[in-house]
């Protein structure tokens, strides 16, 4: 069929990948980067493809980082004992969104879920607890998120944490249960940090 | 502020130039990207770049092809004497996808809109009248958009093609007043082509 010729094909095959970008939307897209100009399809791609290439990851807490440590820990600010457990990079994005937290991260890179074969050592939490050996925190909140495998996550957190005599808190369910951290609003987010509770 | 490292801000300010992409979605998308392994990201990035340089114009009727003439004009059953004029290459792939059209396309890129400057001289118009004079053209069928630019250039062309002693009908206004041709569904779209009217 004549429908859509080979190039727009392959861009709206691969648009499709992204989340929450279907068939129709991907094709639709497709068809506009076709009547781009030149040169702006090529910042697209350049921007892709460096962007992606550029991403490192902070080797002290995981976030995402342009060299070898985040912003965040780069920040002699952030130091105050603190330490913010999340999921996702983009956990850490939404809670810096938030401007009220001032303390530091630590990005898991998954949450446990045995059915999917994710145990305790396929998630960051060997680095979790190398950390806590090392550095001076008084506190950790746990912030994953507040679904089945967050929950579990924070639960096998508070438990190998206990020994380390620290404050081990967990974010309040201000956030809606079955959600996503990533989507929650500032001030939801904000009371979810004020209201969390010793476990 | 350690919100989002450089590369994934730009890599979301690009995907915000996207129609239908906010800022909101960019940003979740540049996220996403930024999770990707390099060689699905590096996929995306050089289908977006080669299939934009790929894209030609067909030299015949203006629709997107992949070399000198498109799919369409490359179909030797489709030279029945009727040539459907729209607006966007787009327009002819919604067309195309009503499997109901068996004749050829002429493309437009643009209506007329004196407000915008957008004249005769602007869309390819004298394309079209070279063509009725060279091709065996019986019918013109106007399928440009049913919005006020969309009516006045049908209206424009029917004028001016008079002299032609062909028929030409515009499609029916079961496409909805106000609407884009490419959102029609395809059921729609076929009633607009049957109901078609001299004009």
């Not at 070898?68 to 999921?87: F, I």
Request: one cysteine or more; glycine letters at 8%.
């Amino acid at each position: 069929m004549s429908e859509t010729i080979e190039p727009i094909a392959t861009m709206a095959a691969e648009l499709n990948r992204l989340p929450g970008i279907g068939k129709k939307t991907a094709q639709r897209l497709a068809y506009f980067v076709a009547s781009m100009p030149l040169e702006d399809v090529r910042a697209l791609s350049v921007a892709l493809w460096e962007g992606r290439k550029a991403i490192r990851f902070c080797k002290t807490c995981g976030n995402y980082a342009a060299g070898d440590t985040c912003a965040v820990c780069a920040d002699p600010a952030r130091h105050n004992g603190q330490l913010c457990v999340v999921r996702d990079p983009r956990d850490v994005a939404a809670m810096e969104r938030m401007h009220a937290y001032g303390g530091l991260y630590h990005v898991l890179h998954g949450t446990l879920s045995p059915m999917d074969g994710i145990g305790p050592d396929q998630i960051h939490i060997r680095e979790l607890l190398s950390r806590l050996e090392s550095e001076k925190v008084d506190e950790v909140i746990l912030a994953t998120n507040p679904d089945v495998e967050g929950e579990a996550t924070a639960s096998y957190l508070a438990r190998i944490l206990k020994p380390f005599h620290l404050r081990i808190t967990r974010i309040a369910h201000g956030v809606p249960v079955g959600g996503d951290l990533e989507y929650t609003d500032e001030v939801t987010l904000q009371k979810a940090l004020e209201g969390r509770r010793e476990v």
